[in-house]
């Protein structure tokens, strides 16, 4: 792949991890506040169902963690499986899509469904 | 064990390495989860209620410890590389691995 692709994808990879700090801090926030004294689907729907707020926090989480994943697992495949190449590319850009697919699917069930 | 390896940033770099790849294999399972509130609440209380069985409230600890374990050595990364605090670098080894024991801690006296 050309140098410029590869910088784009570090690049790429950065920015995302800057947007993912703050998701997953605002994330395990959540997750500790609701899971006090039980867990219900309820309980999250409540939250969830029919918030904007929560529909694009949680669409821009999906994006960035689907793009920062597929970077990511690029990079060990690379170094830790000598897994190179075209294939590689595409195989990134494949799992890159089936997160974000899944994802947005998620997110369109807890909060618009 | 060679020298290399022996030291905080190589832990650092693993620790920061086998998170990433044991967080991205369990998104998809997250998001299938999820996804099953398409069936209506009455599904997604079935899974809720299936992860209470205590070795998935052990998963569960594990990875939330795994997601502060990443959060803050992806950090250490950043840092390390857009500010000049190389010097540092066994500093920000601990506090990441601080922050990870702490969002775990804190999530299994909540859970």
Redesign the interface.
């Known amino acids: 792949m050309s140098r410029r692709f590869e910088v784009r994808l570090w690049v790429a990879q950065r920015a995302t991890a800057v947007v993912l700090a703050a998701c997953v801090v605002v994330h395990l926030a959540v997750i500790i506040y609701a899971v006090r004294g039980g867990l219900t689907a309820a309980e999250i729907l409540g939250r969830t169902r029919g918030s904007v707020a929560w529909g694009v926090f949680y669409a821009v989480f999906v994006l960035a963690a689907a793009t920062h994943g597929a970077i990511g697992l690029r990079t060990v495949a690379a170094e830790w499986l000598g897994f190179r190449g075209r294939a590689a590319e595409w195989t990134m850009a494949a799992i890159g899509l089936v997160l974000l697919a899944l994802g947005l699917r998620a997110v369109f069930a807890v909060v618009a469904a | 064990m060679s020298a290399r390896r022996n030291h905080a940033g190589w832990w650092a770099f693993l620790a920061h390495?086998i998170s990433?790849?044991a967080?991205?294999l369990f998104?998809?399972v997250?998001?299938?989860a999820?996804?099953?509130?398409?069936n209506g609440?009455?599904a997604?209380?079935g899974?809720?209620k299936w992860?209470?069985q205590p070795l998935v409230v052990a998963a569960e600890w594990v990875l939330?410890t795994l997601?502060?374990a990443?959060?803050a050595g992806?950090?250490r990364?950043?840092a390390l590389?857009f500010l000049p605090w190389r010097g540092w670098q066994k500093t920000l080894a601990a506090l990441a691995a601080a922050f990870a024991l702490a969002?775990g801690l804190?999530?299994a006296l909540?859970?």
């Open positions: 390495r990433g790849v967080l991205a998104l998809p997250h998001f299938l999820l996804g099953t509130a398409l609440e009455a997604l209380d899974f809720v992860s209470e939330i997601l502060g990443h959060l992806g950090l990364v950043l590389e969002a804190v999530f909540a859970r």
